[in-house]
């Protein structure tokens, strides 16, 4: 796993492959959000080059990174540019890795790009009925790796586009239960192997993935199972794989 360590200048670097065993030393943030188009994120290659500040992607990651020193982290993690996509083997170690990898956040930060906190004229609702109303009405919510985003950490804490704090997965339970159907106790930190699994199925039947195949791959974390990944195998096979390792497990 590598993370991003802020640096002095306000720039960033990607630290070296830290192992599993030697992770607790870098207690780090991580970062949910909605992917823009793919040419605006940052990608892996970005960093190692140091490019990519004028891709609209980078406004997330340098939230991140100021939200994350805010609450005393040096480091944090963020999909677009952490991860060597380019590279079969990494991209299928970290999506097996992935809900372990937000489950061991310190942090996680849900940046909620089409929520707006301003108030846009003096005869709108107050401000925080205007961006309840966009809250629940968030891509965010239908995305399908999202779902494993909030219920692995312990913390999630949700950013409108300003940067303003929402609340988190707990003052906001009963809204987001209202709005996802999924179980106040799942988003209490409850073990969600005390769900059946056709609940946990139920919990993502209205996401969606740019991938179909990821739509079963998003689950893997949520139902403590991992796979090899087929893409192209479509997203029929890759649910019948998915359901054969939960079943076999």
Not at 93 to 116: G, H, K, L, P, Q
Not at 126 to 151: I, M, N, V
Not at 223 to 235: A, N, V
Request: glycine content about 8%; some cysteine.
């Amino acid at each position: 796993m590598r993370l991003l360590e802020r640096q002095s200048d306000g720039g960033f670097r990607l630290t070296d492959d830290i192992l599993d065993k030697d992770i607790s030393r870098y207690p780090y943030a991580i970062l949910s959000h909605r992917w823009g188009q793919a040419s605006e994120e940052v990608t892996f290659e970005d960093m190692i080059h140091g490019s990519g500040r004028e891709k609209a992607g980078y406004e997330k990651i340098r939230f991140c990174g100021e939200q994350a020193a805010m609450d005393g982290l040096k480091y944090f993690w963020v999909d677009s540019c952490c991860i060597r996509k380019s590279s079969d083997a990494e991209l299928s170690e970290a999506i097996n890795s992935m809900y372990r990898w937000y489950s061991r956040a310190a942090r996680c930060y849900a940046y909620m790009s089409d929520v707006c906190t301003t108030k846009r004229s003096r005869g709108d609702m107050d401000a925080q009925s205007t961006w309840e109303s966009a809250f629940r009405a968030s891509e965010w919510f239908l995305r399908g790796w999202t779902l494993q985003e909030l219920l692995a950490p312990g913390l999630v804490e949700f950013f409108s586009r300003e940067r303003k704090r929402l609340g988190d997965k707990i003052s906001l339970s009963q809204t987001i239960h209202e709005i996802t159907g999924i179980a106040i106790p799942a988003l209490h930190g409850i073990c969600l192997s005390q769900f059946s699994v056709e609940e946990r199925f139920k919990w993502a039947q209205n996401r969606r993935t740019t991938r179909e195949e990821d739509w079963a791959y998003s689950l893997l974390g949520i139902f403590g199972t991992s796979m090899p990944l087929i893409y192209g195998e479509g997203r029929d096979r890759s649910i019948g794989r998915l359901r054969k390792e939960i079943n076999e497990a």
